[in-house]
């Protein structure tokens, strides 16, 4: 068991700039969330896969944001025309089932600054 | 909808005193409940979690005890050291649309001194 790991753990862009994260979950686990953290704040929930199909979307995710899990392994999070309002942390995490009572496994996340 | 309230931090505390962290919930249906922590520099680790009225979780000498009458999960641990200096997160799963997400309370800082 390797953990969940994140890709990078942090980026600095420019306002306006794509930026692309990655997530690699345990390698068993058929369940992946992404969530966002801003300082202070717990994180909060972003989208889920379930294998490779893309289950819900919060409305925190808007248009600019898009994630993919092709063949349902790692997953992808990619921020369009980042602003000053996505700077945050980036967490993802994996789980084996999707019982409520089921473990989620989380990655250290990917911090990102945009200047 | 949903949702987790935890007292505020920071909590400062010496080591060996004995540490509550308040959390109470608000959920339609029967919620799991968890408590994370996330030490400096590291990523969310789940601390325990009970997955229905009465249970207690345990672990590391933590404990908190899901109370549906109150609608209560109260972390708990009788003698803390400097190590247990992290931020802590109340969280709960419900079922929604077929898949749980976790909604988190916004943590409560501990800082643990000698």
């Known amino acids: 068991d390797t953990g969940v790991s994140q890709d990078p753990r942090h980026k600095i862009t420019k306002r306006g700039q794509n930026v692309t994260f990655r997530c690699d979950p345990i390698?068993?686990?058929?369940?992946l969330y992404w969530y966002r953290q801003t300082l202070g704040q717990g994180p909060e929930f972003l989208t889920y896969?379930?294998?490779?199909?893309?289950?819900?979307k919060s409305r925190l995710l808007s248009d600019r944001f898009s994630a993919e899990r092709p063949k349902g392994s790692f997953s992808t999070l990619e921020i369009q025309r980042t602003e000053q309002g996505d700077s945050a942390m980036y967490l993802c995490?994996?789980?084996?089932?999707?019982?409520?009572?089921?473990?989620?496994?989380f990655g250290p996340g990917t911090r990102l600054t945009v200047t | 909808g949903n949702s987790v309230t935890q007292m505020e931090g920071p909590v400062t505390l010496s080591e060996e005193a004995f540490l509550t962290i308040n959390c109470t919930y608000t959920?339609?249906?029967?919620?799991?409940l968890f408590w994370y922590v996330q030490y400096p520099g590291e990523g969310l680790q789940l601390l325990l979690k009970?997955?229905?009225?009465?249970d207690k979780g345990s672990n590391k000498g933590f404990e908190a005890t899901y109370r549906k009458e109150t609608t209560s999960f109260h972390l708990e641990k009788g003698s803390v050291q400097v190590s247990d200096s992290a931020v802590y997160f109340c969280?709960?799963?419900?079922?929604?649309?077929?898949?749980?997400?976790?909604?988190f309370g916004a943590g409560t800082r501990l800082a643990v001194h000698p």
């Open positions: 995490a994996s789980s084996l089932g999707d019982r409520v009572s089921d473990e989620q496994y």
């Open positions: 390698s068993e686990h058929n369940r």
């Open positions: 896969f379930q294998n490779e199909a893309q289950l819900e």
């Open positions: 959920a339609t249906g029967y919620p799991s």
């Open positions: 009970a997955t229905k009225a009465d």
């Open positions: 969280a709960l799963s419900n079922e929604s649309g077929g898949y749980n997400k976790l909604i």
